[in-house]
């Protein structure tokens, strides 16, 4: 059975909420494609790619997804399919036994709203 889910509407890949849902749900080895295009220049504000909006939503998410893999429940990865043009992948590691949170506990605790 394949795991893999990509998600790419245009422009931007899924929502902060979306992901957190994904990661309370997905098992370990499931792998979800958040963004595709070039992550450091979608969301610098100067850059003109996004609309606000979406910028800081993509901003979002992608720090979301960083705070998952710093404590631990997930793998983050690129694929690159040409020039400015990359694919941004999370997956979900397996949590120790000894870990009695659970990931939405986890992601709950990082609430840092992200200033337009």
Do not use: K
């Amino acid at each position: 059975m394949d795991t893999n889910i990509t998600i790419t509407p245009p422009r931007v890949g899924i929502t902060e909420i979306d992901l957190c849902g994904w990661l309370g749900a997905a098992a370990p080895g499931d792998r979800l494609t958040y963004h595709r295009g070039f992550l450091a220049l979608d969301c610098a504000p100067t850059s003109g790619r996004l609309p606000t909006r979406e910028r800081v939503e993509l901003l979002r998410t992608a720090r979301r997804a960083m705070f998952a893999a710093e404590n631990g429940l997930a793998h983050l990865m690129q694929r690159r399919h040409g020039a400015d043009d990359y694919s941004y992948l999370i997956e979900v590691r397996p949590r120790p036994r000894a870990e009695r949170r659970s990931v939405l506990a986890i992601l709950a605790e990082q609430a840092d709203p992200v200033a337009v």
